[in-house]
């Protein structure tokens, strides 16, 4: 006598989406290059690395066969996840598909600068209407007006960092100083990278992806629910991450 058993309910609905995505450009097909940076990378801010997924953006590089299997192998050493690869010849796209990795056509038009090679005197056309980018040097540290959107990494190694703005889920923002941030915080900020145990995080809106100061950090799922988008001090207190509101 067999059973039948009756599914009414469906398993799945497929549901468009925007998910945060740190992109890793790469500048590099030397496997062994990117490991001596990431290495470093991982010393300077060791939560990021903590199974973050990546699309390993390959656009510029002049490599129809890229190293793609070992490339991944020394993230996933540093503990990031390759997830997909953007950009690259056909034999890339095979590649990345052979490793069950998803695949991006270029995007190169719309691809954000890297605030690196940018002049702080440079016109820079403008996020929003009202939040042009612009960054400007202070004594030790840095200021950054504008929205860092995601997949953006911005940093202070020497002083603080404050952003007169809103961070993005997905983007990244240290300091081997304080950070503050004058607006909503939603990705990632790292304090004190150089393990600075006074520095501490400063927003007005929290919405963190993670917080960390000199190593010691919290994921959103681990914050209070009652301090969620309010303004907030994040401190070290004997050893342990402190959350306080900011009166």
Same mark, same amino acid.
């Given at each position: 006598?067999?059973?039948?058993?009756?599914?009414?309910?469906?398993?799945? @609905?497929?549901?468009?989406?925007?998910?945060?995505?740190?992109?890793?450009?790469?500048?590099?097909?030397?496997?062994? &290059?990117?490991?001596?940076?990431?290495?470093?990378?991982? +010393?300077?801010?060791?939560?990021?690395?903590? &199974?973050?997924? #990546? #699309?390993?953006?390959?656009?510029?590089?002049?490599?129809?066969?890229?190293? =793609?299997?070992?490339?991944?192998?020394?993230?996933?050493?540093?503990?990031?996840?390759?997830?997909?690869?953007?950009?690259?010849?056909?034999? #890339?796209?095979?590649?990345?598909?052979?490793?069950?990795?998803?695949?991006?056509?270029?995007?190169?038009?719309?691809?954000?600068?890297?605030?690196?090679?940018?002049?702080?005197?440079?016109?820079?056309?403008?996020?929003?209407?009202? @939040?042009?980018?612009?960054?400007?040097?202070? +004594?030790?540290?840095?200021?950054?007006? !504008? @929205?860092?959107?995601?997949?953006?990494?911005?940093?202070?190694?020497?002083?603080?960092? #404050?952003?007169?703005?809103?961070?993005?889920?997905?983007?990244?923002? =240290?300091?081997?100083? +304080?950070? &503050?941030?004058? !607006?909503?915080?939603?990705?990632?900020?790292?304090?004190?990278? &150089?393990?600075?145990?006074?520095?501490?995080?400063?927003?007005?809106? =929290?919405?963190?992806?993670? =917080? +960390?100061?000199?190593?010691?950090?919290?994921?959103?799922?681990?914050?209070?629910?009652?301090?969620?988008?309010?303004?907030?001090?994040?401190?070290?207190?004997?050893?342990?991450?402190?959350?306080?509101?900011?009166?």
């Amino acid at each position: 006598m067999s059973l039948r058993v009756e599914r009414d309910s469906m398993a799945f @609905t497929f549901k468009g989406g925007m998910l945060p995505m740190t992109v890793m450009e790469l500048a590099s097909a030397d496997p062994e &290059h990117i490991r001596e940076q990431l290495a470093g990378k991982l +010393s300077q801010s060791p939560a990021f690395f903590h &199974h973050t997924p #990546v #699309v390993l953006n390959v656009e510029h590089l002049d490599e129809p066969h890229l190293a =793609l299997e070992r490339i991944c192998a020394v993230c996933r050493d540093h503990k990031l996840l390759p997830v997909a690869v953007r950009g690259g010849p056909d034999p #890339v796209k095979q590649s990345a598909w052979a490793l069950g990795l998803g695949w991006f056509p270029p995007q190169e038009a719309e691809r954000p600068r890297s605030l690196e090679s940018v002049n702080s005197d440079e016109a820079i056309p403008p996020v929003e209407p009202e @939040t042009p980018l612009k960054a400007e040097d202070m +004594s030790g540290g840095r200021i950054f007006r !504008g @929205t860092v959107r995601s997949g953006q990494q911005i940093t202070s190694p020497e002083g603080d960092l #404050v952003v007169v703005g809103a961070v993005n889920a997905g983007a990244e923002v =240290l300091a081997g100083g +304080s950070v &503050h941030v004058y !607006g909503p915080l939603r990705g990632r900020a790292l304090a004190g990278i &150089h393990g600075n145990h006074q520095a501490g995080i400063f927003c007005r809106e =929290l919405r963190a992806e993670l =917080l +960390s100061v000199a190593g010691n950090y919290k994921r959103l799922e681990d914050i209070d629910p009652r301090l969620l988008d309010s303004a907030v001090q994040v401190r070290l207190t004997e050893e342990q991450l402190s959350i306080m509101p900011l009166d």
